[in-house]
């Protein structure tokens, strides 16, 4: 393995089309190439979870190696306390 080619990084997609107005989470598709280690998937995905709230759905693993994984976070409605709306 040649480890003096530049890495390709991870894909983040926010969303896939446009979630309704009542859904109560926010979804995230994060594609992973085949170069990225386990660990670094690993790493990559705790971060998300960690310091973004996110948690994972699903995850899915290509015959090249590549991944997918499917997060998502509830979506927090806040709503005004003050009279000033």
């Given at each position: 393995m040649?480890h003096?080619k530049?890495?390709?990084?991870h ?11 009542d ?13 990225i280690?386990?660990s670094e998937?690993r790493?990559?995905l ?6 973004g709230?996110?948690?994972?759905i ?14 998502r ?10 009279d000033a709306?």
């Open positions: 040649n003096d530049q890495r390709t990084t894909v983040v997609t926010p969303t896939r089309g446009m979630p309704s107005q859904s109560r989470y926010h979804w995230r598709v994060v594609d992973i190439p085949s170069e280690t386990r998937a790493a990559l705790t971060e998300q979870a960690e310091y709230r996110w948690e994972l699903r995850s899915q693993r290509f015959v090249g190696g590549a991944r997918r994984v499917w997060l976070k509830r979506v927090m409605n806040v709503r005004r306390t003050d709306a």
